[in-house]
């Protein structure tokens, strides 16, 4: 049975089937996840860091996003950053025959395979084909085929000693990526209890402390004040007997001054200057230099002109 113009329809046009769920290529995926950063879908470039999941960055994209979180286009995959000390900069081996340049020719094949870093013990590639890992400790990147086959407590590039639980997966699975997960957070919540019983034990060092420096100090005070009261009760009769003897021995001399200020008293009598009586030439302690002065010394008396200054020429 055909429909308007004489087409006849196909069963997939009118029958609809469930559809499938939408496949990535494996190859952009890796592209993306080992050429790109995480955060900012710039491309990666030195200086790179690696957080506890195994994501890599660009430390410039890390500290934007510490900056600015608003702003960060992929901040969901990176709450679990707080700080810098989350993330460990990694230490990466270069390939010695990498080309960095884009071709001229267009149209001309890329590979997208090729990989600037490279295993610094079995010498393969780091494009995500093979598994890779780095050292929390000391951030030397190298695949696990080398840790596997290798097997040492030391790192095979700067000889720096590790643990099992330092090693992290670059990159890992989604079961991979819950089990770092699940190691990171015990290796906080073990942090975040160290830090309680660190101040904990301070506190108690503290109040342990303050008692005995109470008694301490209450000894010291007490043996002082018996020391005090000692040299007191010793000294005592010894200082009465000799200040009987100086106050017996300046009894004379405080009588002669006395009386002497009395006297001095007697024949001195202050001079009022402020009084009408009050004349310069009948002051006994003036010096005569000071009379002369004055109109009413007998030099003034005797001057032909006027002992001021005056613009009358009858006066000068």
Known sequence: MGCDGGTIPKRDELVRTKQRREQTDRTVELVAK?????????KLVEPMVSCELGRLYNKVAVIEYLLDKTSTPNASLCQHIRSLKDVKPLNLTVKTDYNDKKPEIDGQY??????????????????????????????????ERALREVKSDTCHKCNKEYLADDVIVINGTDDEVKQLESRMNERRAKAKDSKKSRKRKATEVETDAGPQLKTSDSKT??????????????????????????????????????????????????IDKSSKDYSVAKDPKASETYKSLFTSHKSAKDRPTAHWVTFNPCYN
């Open 221 to 270: 005070t007490a043996s002082s004040s018996t020391s005090a009261t000692e040299v007191e009760t010793d000294a005592g009769p010894q200082l009465k007997t000799s200040d009987t003897k100086t106050t017996a021995s300046s009894s004379p001399s405080v009588a002669s001054t006395s009386g002497t200020a009395s006297a001095s008293k007697t024949t001195t009598k202050p």
């Open 34 to 42: 080992w050429h790109y950063c995480a955060i900012s879908t710039a």
């Open 110 to 143: 890329i590979d997208t395979q090729d990989s600037k870093f490279v295993c610094p013990v079995v010498g393969i590639e780091m494009n995500g084909k093979y598994k890779f890992c780095y050292i929390r400790s000391c951030g030397c990147v190298m695949s």
